[in-house]
């Protein structure tokens, strides 16, 4: 199960476990998107599904859950679902910051909680939630998004520790910036004609020098649920080209 499946990072990640052979739910609300998606990936033996639906919706969640769960066991869920938000504490809207913590905190407490009693039946399983560098390390104007990412790690190590007796691991990837399609608009929106400009600029604020590639963040996902990583659980692994460690200024 992939929230926020049908682009970006969790198109990425979509692709890369359809590749490994695992049989993927792309949950999300873009249908256009995520048709072409399970399109695309029901070929040479790999297996897709796409299911509509909206996370803050706690009962279309549920039931989403149990129709599938009929079907066979959910091993692995991974929360990717998120939306973005530029202001300060003061410069946020009332609605903007509860829109953020709709998708990013609720939504994934609304998939926690129909999947965990699923994986405790089925004898465990794996959940990756992306929460993001900002989860740890500051940057302006970044109060709603900052905030619900912060929740989103803190949720991870709850889990961890509460159904680490069920055979359940969790763990949390926080990427720096990486170039998805949604970078390339909001670069479009905000900064028109300074396009290659502010693409360098944000590049570089990453001591490595670029952006991350979706399929990286995709790849790490991979190994936390595999049974490579069966002694990994309550870790929060920064994907962020020296981000959170080495940027000095």
Same mark, same amino acid.
């Given at each position: 199960?992939?929230?926020?499946g049908a682009s970006?990072?969790?198109?990425?990640?979509?692709?890369?476990?359809?590749? +490994?052979? !695992?049989?993927?739910?792309?949950v999300?609300l =873009? *249908?256009s998107?995520? &048709?072409? @998606?399970?399109?695309?990936?029901?070929?040479d033996e790999?297996?897709?599904i796409?299911?509509?639906?909206d996370?803050?919706?706690?009962s +279309?969640? !549920?039931?989403?859950?149990?129709?599938?769960? =009929? *079907?066979g066991?959910? &091993?692995? @869920?991974?929360?990717?679902?998120?939306i973005?938000?530029?202001?300060?504490?003061?410069g946020t809207?009332?609605?903007d910051f509860?829109?953020?913590?709709?998708?990013?905190?609720?939504g994934?407490y609304h998939?926690?909680h129909?999947?965990?009693?699923?994986?405790i039946?089925?004898?465990?399983?794996?959940?990756?939630?992306?929460a993001?560098?900002?989860?740890?390390?500051?940057?302006?104007?970044?109060?709603a998004?900052?905030t619900?990412k912060g929740?989103?790690?803190?949720?991870?190590y709850?889990?961890a520790?509460?159904?680490?007796?069920?055979?359940?691991?969790?763990?949390?990837?926080?990427?720096?910036r990486?170039h998805?399609?949604?970078?390339?608009?909001?670069?479009?929106?905000?900064?028109?004609?300074?396009?290659?400009?502010?693409?360098?600029?944000?590049?570089?604020?990453?001591?490595?020098?670029?952006?991350?590639?979706?399929v990286?963040?995709?790849?790490?996902a991979?190994?936390?649920?595999?049974?490579?990583?069966?002694?990994?659980?309550?870790?929060?692994?920064?994907?962020?080209?020296?981000?959170?460690?080495?940027?000095?200024?």
């Amino acid at each position: 199960m992939i929230t926020g499946g049908a682009s970006g990072i969790g198109r990425a990640i979509c692709e890369v476990f359809a590749e +490994a052979g !695992a049989l993927v739910h792309i949950v999300d609300l =873009e *249908a256009s998107k995520g &048709n072409e @998606l399970s399109g695309f990936l029901n070929v040479d033996e790999r297996r897709a599904i796409f299911q509509r639906c909206d996370i803050t919706d706690q009962s +279309a969640v !549920a039931a989403l859950f149990s129709q599938i769960h =009929e *079907a066979g066991p959910i &091993n692995i @869920l991974i929360n990717n679902a998120g939306i973005a938000h530029v202001g300060s504490a003061s410069g946020t809207a009332r609605e903007d910051f509860e829109k953020v913590m709709r998708v990013n905190v609720h939504g994934a407490y609304h998939t926690l909680h129909a999947c965990l009693p699923y994986m405790i039946e089925d004898g465990g399983g794996s959940i990756v939630n992306i929460a993001s560098t900002v989860a740890s390390v500051a940057i302006p104007d970044r109060f709603a998004y900052m905030t619900s990412k912060g929740a989103l790690l803190s949720m991870t190590y709850s889990v961890a520790i509460d159904y680490i007796d069920s055979g359940i691991r969790c763990n949390a990837i926080s990427p720096g910036r990486v170039h998805t399609p949604f970078v390339d608009g909001f670069i479009a929106r905000n900064y028109p004609g300074k396009e290659a400009e502010m693409f360098e600029k944000l590049s570089m604020d990453h001591p490595i020098g670029r952006m991350a590639k979706p399929v990286e963040i995709a790849d790490l996902a991979l190994y936390l649920c595999s049974d490579e990583a069966a002694y990994v659980t309550g870790s929060n692994h920064e994907i962020d080209g020296g981000f959170t460690k080495l940027k000095t200024k």
